[in-house]
């Protein structure tokens, strides 16, 4: 059973460029979160997407927006890239049937972007 | 807005004795989760232990478990006989009530040594 998988796994763009992330939830799951890493930091909240739309959204601006498919993977797109994007982008899946149960979030390895 | 501190930035511990990381939170929420999260260099997050808020007893997982304070909004996680496996990033996280969509809101982060 492949858990959560995110591609690509490293990523160097330019200032001013646009990038696409992606991520396959684990089997049977449904809702996929997306958090930014920097360097030293905890992961902080981007956005979750449940039944192809956005249902929450952390503090981040318009730049970082997202899209979920049929088939419940999600791409994170981030548009006018600056040098403060840089950081590992990880992606989350659950379930939504088990509403009670929060805590069955499982992390993909990430994707490291460097923004230069 | 619901904040996590983690105020040990690192922590080391011999091999096969014991080490407690500690973590405070703030809401104002009655109903929500509590998570320790552990982060290997492969950096895939690895949920450790979790606690629900509304359950009095703390939690415990093999070598792992947690002395949940909710009173004074603390959150601590005690690994017992310290393996060098167990040597990683911790984060302490925070999540409302399931029917809020389960974002979660990390602390910064405790680095473990675990020195054989």
């Known amino acids: 059973d492949a858990g959560v998988t995110q591609s690509p796994t490293h990523l160097i763009k330019t200032r001013g460029q646009q990038v696409t992330l992606r991520c396959s939830p684990k089997s049977g799951h449904d809702t996929v979160s997306w958090y930014q890493q920097a360097l030293g930091q905890g992961p902080q909240f981007i956005f979750q997407?449940?039944?192809?739309?956005?249902?929450q959204r952390g503090n981040f601006p318009d730049r970082f927006s997202g899209h979920q498919f049929p088939n419940y993977s999600s791409e994170l797109n981030v548009n006018a890239l600056l040098l403060g994007d840089s950081a590992l982008y990880l992606c989350a899946s659950r379930s939504r049937e088990r509403q009670r149960f929060s805590y069955e979030q499982y992390f993909g390895p990430g994707t490291r972007l460097t923004v230069t | 807005a619901q904040t996590v501190t983690q105020s040990q930035p690192e922590m080391s511990v011999q091999e096969a004795e014991t080490v407690t990381l500690s973590c405070t939170y703030d809401t104002s929420e009655s109903d929500y989760y509590l998570f320790w999260y552990k982060q290997p260099p492969s950096r895939q997050m690895i949920l450790v232990i979790r606690?629900?808020?509304?359950?009095?007893q703390n939690a415990t997982e093999n070598r792992f478990s947690v002395n949940f304070q909710k009173a004074a909004k603390s959150f601590s996680l005690k690994i017992s006989d310290s393996q060098l496996g167990d040597a990683a990033m911790y984060f302490c996280?925070?999540?409302?009530?399931?029917?809020?969509?389960?974002?979660?809101?990390f602390g910064g982060g405790t680095r473990l040594m675990v020195k054989p």
């Open positions: 606690q629900e808020a509304y359950k009095q």
């Open positions: 996280a925070y999540s409302r009530g399931a029917r809020s969509g389960n974002m979660l809101t």
């Open positions: 997407y449940y039944e192809e739309e956005e249902r």
